[in-house]
């Protein structure tokens, strides 16, 4: 019998001096109930969900279902995020709620600057990034998949850099692959793809290129089934890694025959 293929416990994700064993993190959102968010965050394996504190009760509103209510904090590490903020001030008054409400300083961060494309604006980023880690926030930041973005965040002091995949919510996979080699080439911090992964195949790829992780939502929440999708997440991240811990084959231009035609019988 081989010897069984590297395990999650042995190779965990480190984000700000903290372990996990998953590397899929998952948002809340798009869901049609609050159940359905339990059930396909179970079955995806994860460990972070990420929660915009604008959208999702979280407390704010005590005598209404919460999130909370279905995921236990206890279990998760809640990722409360900034969607929907277009300016700096937005940002950080969002991340001010959030450890209100909830005593967390690891939080994603995402200064939007366009309504159509949700790409960010990353002058506005850096400012609530700048202003977040002089009070004690550990930030994950949303970016444009731009080497020299990711890294002024690292040497800003942000504790993971997300490059887009492509537009949120659009579902393209992974567009620039030589732009994510340069991220990761240089990165000392953990990049996790974020933003445009639409299937199982997408997640693979982002691992396979040495992606520490990847963050996604639509990609579950919109499928036909959404927990079955969950399910294939969770598998392609696993294929992913092990297929990068392996070491891919080179590619060649030409065949290289499977059997060597050298010291044949006949």
Do not use: H
């Not at 990034?129 to 965040?153: H, K, N, W």
């Amino acid at each position: 019998m081989s010897e069984p293929s590297m395990t999650q416990a042995n190779d965990p994700l480190v984000i700000a001096g903290r372990e996990f064993q998953s590397r899929l993190l998952v948002g809340t959102g798009k869901y049609t109930d609050l159940e359905q968010t339990r059930a396909a965050v179970e079955a995806s394996g994860a460990e972070i969900i990420t929660v915009a504190v604008r959208r999702a009760n979280l407390g704010q509103q005590p005598d209404e279902p919460g999130l909370l209510d279905y995921l236990d904090p206890a279990e998760y590490t809640i990722l409360p995020n900034t969607a929907g903020c277009f300016t700096a001030e937005e940002a950080v008054r969002t991340c001010r709620l959030a450890r209100e409400l909830g005593g967390w300083d690891l939080v994603k961060l995402e200064v939007l600057g366009d309504e159509r494309t949700l790409y960010p604006d990353l002058w506005e980023t850096a400012k609530a990034a700048e202003t977040l880690i002089a009070e004690g926030f550990q930030v994950m930041v949303y970016t444009m998949d731009d080497p020299i973005a990711c890294r002024r965040f690292e040497e800003m002091g942000c504790a993971a850099v997300m490059p887009l995949a492509a537009p949120i919510g659009s579902g393209l996979g992974i567009q620039n692959k030589y732009n994510l080699a340069l991220i990761l080439e240089q990165a000392n911090v953990p990049v996790l793809v974020d933003a445009g992964v639409g299937t199982a195949s997408d997640v693979a790829v982002a691992l396979e290129q040495g992606c520490d992780g990847v963050l996604l939502n639509t990609a579950i929440a919109e499928a036909a089934e959404p927990v079955r999708m969950a399910t294939a997440m969770s598998q392609g991240v696993a294929a992913g890694r092990n297929a990068f811990l392996a070491g891919r084959m080179p590619k060649r231009l030409y065949a290289s025959a499977s059997s060597p035609l050298d010291g044949t019988f006949f």
